[in-house]
Every structure is written in structure tokens, then in C-alpha cells.
Antibody, heavy 123, light 110 residues
Framework: EVQLVESGGGLVQPGGSLRLSCAAS????????MSWVRQAPGKGLEWVAN????????YYVDSVKGRFTISRDNAKNSLYLQMNSLRAEDTAVYYC????????????????WGQGTLVTVSS | EIVLTQSPGTLSLSPGERATLSCRASQSVSSSYLAWYQQKPGQAPRLLIYGASSRATGIPDRFSGSGSGTDFTLTISRLEPEDFAVYYCQQYGSSPPPYTFGQGTKLEIK
């Protein structure tokens, strides 16, 4: 059974940093593109970043470029999101999500999602 | 960046009725790379449709997707009580990303 379990969320002050983790199981993690998607309270979904199977390609939404870094450790079946210079508008539930097919050249949609971890940026 | 606009914002229908949800793109979506998701309160999104018209594994056949280019539709043929939720479309045709979502349509019980 595919499982994605996020952790690392919490309350942080503006300008602070946080590192989110996503533990994957039930599939060959190293074969899939992986993404982070967020949802501000009461709002819609926003794709944040994704990373290729071997980490060689990474893409970000403009609003987080230069502040967030996506990474992965295939030996640990884990995905990460390092978030620096956090702003109030980064407050959201952050979901880890999997691409549907292994070994794809390009990322696509998401077939499995974690339950999310809440990040609150406030003083 | 491709902007997706969903309509209506809220749709009020009764169980057994037919629901038609629209997703319009600001420019053509390459190869009909459009997906639909369902989200219930407190839950993660659930994949319904990919490639504009292919149902994901385990999705009932009352859900269907259609469209191409800039206009896409999600149809629920006969609403069940568990279908009342928020629905999002997402395009994944732009290269490189971003892979944008629509703002969502809330399907509520009338």
C-alpha cells in the first residue's frame, strides 16, 4: 500500500525557517517524480515544487523561488522541503504528492497524496 | 503560466441530479494534460480523472471527463451523497512547470 506521511510542520515566526519531511513507503520511491502542494486555510490548491527521480531536475512556483529548496534521499525513501525566509502568506497545509507512473521523463499529475502538515507563519 | 478558471464557484444540486463542472484554460493545454480532483473537508485531494477523460483506479463510472484545448468538463451523472465536495482541475501540460490548479468548484447539497 502506498503511503506518504508528512512531518515537520508547526508555528514559526516571519523570517524563520522550517524543514518538512515526507516518508514514503509501499512503492519504489526512487522511480517517481515527487511534489509538494500546499493549501492555505480555506483556499485552493497550489503546486509548490517538484523533483525528478534522481534529483537532477527541480522546479518551483515563482513565489517560493530562492526561499524554498526541495530535495530527496532515495536511500531513506524521503522527500524534503527546506523553507527559509518564511512569510505569513506561506501559512498552509503542505502535502507531499506522487507522480502516477515510474521513470517518467516529465512530471505530471498526482495519484497519491499524504495527509498534510500544517505550517503557520505568525508572530 | 496557464491560468485555469473553474465555474461555477458553487453548485447546489440534489442527490440523483446531474452535475456539470467547467474548467477553462487561459491557453491551450498541451495533449489534454488535465486532471480533476475531489477534496472533502479535512482530507487530502483524491484523483478522479487524468488526461482529460481517463478515470483513475477505483473511480465510479458516474464520473466522466471531457474536453480539449482550453475547455474541459467534469460530469457526475447521478449525484450520490458522498459526491458533495470541492472539485479542482489541474493542468500539467506546461513545460517546465508550474502545474496550475483551478480555484475549485464547491458542490453542495440543495
Amino acid at each position: 500500500e502506498v503511503q506518504l506521511v508528512e512531518s515537520g510542520g508547526g508555528l514559526v515566526q516571519p523570517g524563520g525557517s522550517l524543514r518538512l519531511s515526507c516518508a514514503a513507503s509501499g512503492f519504489t520511491f526512487s522511480s517517481y517524480w515527487m511534489s509538494w502542494v500546499r493549501q492555505a486555510p480555506g483556499k485552493g490548491l497550489e503546486w509548490v515544487a517538484n523533483i525528478k527521480q534522481d534529483g537532477s531536475e527541480k522546479y518551483y512556483v515563482d513565489s517560493v523561488k530562492g526561499r524554498f529548496t526541495i530535495s530527496r534521499d532515495n536511500a531513506k525513501n524521503s522527500l524534503y522541503l527546506q523553507m527559509n525566509s518564511l512569510r505569513a502568506e506561506d501559512t498552509a497545509v503542505y502535502y507531499c504528492a506522487r507522480d502516477p507512473l515510474p521513470k517518467r521523463r516529465s512530471p505530471s499529475y498526482f495519484d497519491y497524496w499524504g495527509q498534510g502538515t500544517l505550517v503557520t507563519v505568525s508572530s | 503560466e496557464i491560468v485555469l478558471t473553474q465555474s461555477p464557484g458553487t453548485l447546489s444540486l440534489s442527490p440523483g441530479e446531474r452535475a456539470t463542472l467547467s474548467c477553462r484554460a487561459s491557453q491551450s493545454v498541451s495533449s489534454s494534460y488535465l486532471a480533476w480532483y475531489q477534496q472533502k473537508p479535512g482530507q487530502a485531494p483524491r484523483l478522479l480523472i487524468y488526461g482529460a477523460s481517463s478515470r483513475a483506479t477505483g473511480i465510479p463510472d458516474r464520473f466522466s471527463g471531457s474536453g480539449s484545448g482550453t475547455d474541459f468538463t467534469l460530469t457526475i451523472s447521478r449525484l450520490e451523497p458522498e459526491d458533495f465536495a470541492v472539485y479542482y482541475c489541474q493542468q500539467y501540460g506546461s513545460s517546465p512547470p508550474p502545474y496550475t490548479f483551478g480555484q475549485g468548484t464547491k458542490l453542495e447539497i440543495k
